[in-house]
């Protein structure tokens, strides 16, 4: 009875080496500059409203590897689509990626051109080179009376390949 286990143990070891063919998918790094297309769910206390807004940016990403691992870095801008006056938000920041799971910050100046008030994002969520679903708590930096959006995101945002290198 032992033998057969060792030997059945031996066999799953086995075909669990076959298992890791690496010829069929495409294991390279890659270097990309991409627009960044997305959409922030600005959620809060339950007697605030809550804030849709539209994610546009540049950045650059360094991706790939056996496992999906990589950084992105770049510029952007939240524009508020249902809120009372015009708020754009500028933005910094950047993410890393590892097997799935996506981690970052971002430094965002929300604005309606009367006042204006810095955050720092930090984010944790899943993702990739491609995009990636993200929550975003805001720690209010300066002006925590003017409230343009809530203290959290929901993040969705795609990125576009507009030049892509494989680096050797």
């Known amino acids: 009875m032992k033998i057969r286990i060792t030997v059945l143990f031996l066999i799953s070891i086995i075909n669990l080496g ?3 063919n690496r010829k069929e998918r495409d294991y390279g790094h890659y270097k990309s ?6 959409y922030n769910y600005s959620f809060g206390d339950h007697n605030e409203k ?6 546009i940016g540049i950045n650059k990403t360094n991706y790939g590897g056996l496992h999906g691992s990589g950084f992105q870095y770049g510029i952007g801008t ?12 500028p933005k910094i920041g950047g993410v890393m990626y590892l097997m799935g799971i996506a981690i970052g910050t971002e430094l965002v100046t929300y604005t309606d051109f ?7 994002v930090p984010f944790i969520g899943i993702g990739g080179e491609k995009g990636r679903l993200t929550i975003n708590p805001h720690v209010i930096l300066t002006n925590k009376k003017f409230r343009p959006v809530n203290e959290g995101l929901l993040n969705l945002t795609f990125n576009l390949n507009l030049n892509r290198k494989k680096l050797e």
């Open 114 to 120: 009367n006042n204006w008030t810095l955050r720092l």
């Open 18 to 20: 076959f298992g890791q």
């Open 78 to 89: 939240e524009i508020g689509l249902n809120t009372e006056k015009f708020i754009i938000g």
């Open 33 to 38: 500059l991409n627009l960044g297309i997305g």
């Open 50 to 55: 809550d804030f849709h807004l539209l994610d």
